[in-house]
């Protein structure tokens, strides 16, 4: 079974949700909606969260959180087995809530952050919960503490979205404003694409190509033996693969013109490509398109022959791996 990539660290920004097991209905009653912000206000409290958004739909939830701490995975524990632990009770019900532990998208905070906020807002208006021209009175959202600032808890940091659409203040002017963006938002269709709507909620991180890089060169070494599975994770498989290969050309000294022009068996791409196939997930038909090593078939053969001569006891290996680990 394919377990979720966890990346954590003191002020890492997620945008996590989660859906009721096999899509059922968790959050009908307004009684089970108050209890599970209940539960996110008091994790929020208890791990030192700073919540940007958040909103309940009838079976599934989303949230845009910053961990400080960086302890995502404890506090969302807590708070999905609190919260299940008040459901059953009071629906008399036994098993599992949740469809799993919980989705979590790692954030790059400038430009992806922003349109999660305002993705998240929009939500009830896309579920026909509430209407545009007040979708602040959905009650199970944090643009309903937008207008209620008195009742607002502390944790809750509305000032990032409201400076996200066109840096505007927590004034009433500037929440009129921030209503006027929404709407004018979900009635263009080139704005949202152009903020990437459609992904938010797919992959494993919501960022730019350097971030990617740099979360994966940090968090997932190329020297660790961490095997990445599901297709929300093949990005990061991708990113992660790129970035070994990149470790074990600068170690061997070869460039992009090298793997055009030498041969498809070369030793330095079956030395690459052995210590990829040893230390990842690799696949012989992203290596042969990468390396340009003909056929898949080819890779994997010549990778057998490379281990079976000893090949990995040959002194630029042995390099390669000390470079690379």
Known sequence: MARSLR??????????????????PVFETPEARDAFE???????????????????????????LETPEGNLSVGM?????????????????????FQGRFKSLIVERDEYL???????????????????????????????YLHQKRKRPVFVDLDLGLNYAGNLVDTPQGRRQYRAYLAWLQEDSSMKRQLQFST?????ALGSKTFKEALVEKYL????????????????NQVRWETMV???????????????????????????????????????????????????????????????SNGQKQRQYLEMLKITA
């Open 221 to 236: 070494p190329v020297g660790s033996a961490e095997h990445l599975e599901g297709t929300d994770l093949q990005e990061a």
């Open 200 to 204: 938010l909620c797919r992959g494993w």
């Open 114 to 144: 922003g349109p999660l906020i305002h993705y998240i807002h929009l939500n009830p208006v896309r579920a026909n919960l509430a209407t545009m021209d007040k979708p602040e009175t959905y009650r199970w959202s944090t643009l309903w």
């Open 7 to 24: 990346i954590e660290y003191p002020g890492a920004i997620y945008h996590v949700l989660n859906r009721g097991n096999y899509r059922k």
């Open 246 to 308: 990149k470790a074990g050309m600068k170690s061997l000294d070869k460039t992009k013109a090298d793997v055009q022009s030498d041969r498809k068996a070369a030793l330095w791409k079956v030395m690459i490509a052995c210590f990829m196939k040893e230390h990842s997930s690799v696949s012989n038909v992203w290596l042969a398109n990468r390396l340009n090593m003909g056929v898949p078939q080819g890779v994997s053969r010549s990778v057998s022959q490379f281990q079976r």
């Open 38 to 64: 209940a539960c996110l206000f008091r994790a929020c409290e208890r791990y030192g969260w700073r919540l940007y958004a958040y909103c309940t739909l009838s079976n599934h939830y989303h949230c845009a």
């Open 77 to 97: 524990q807590w708070l999905q087995s609190t919260f299940a632990n008040c459901f059953n009770r009071a629906h008399q019900a036994h098993g599992h809530l």
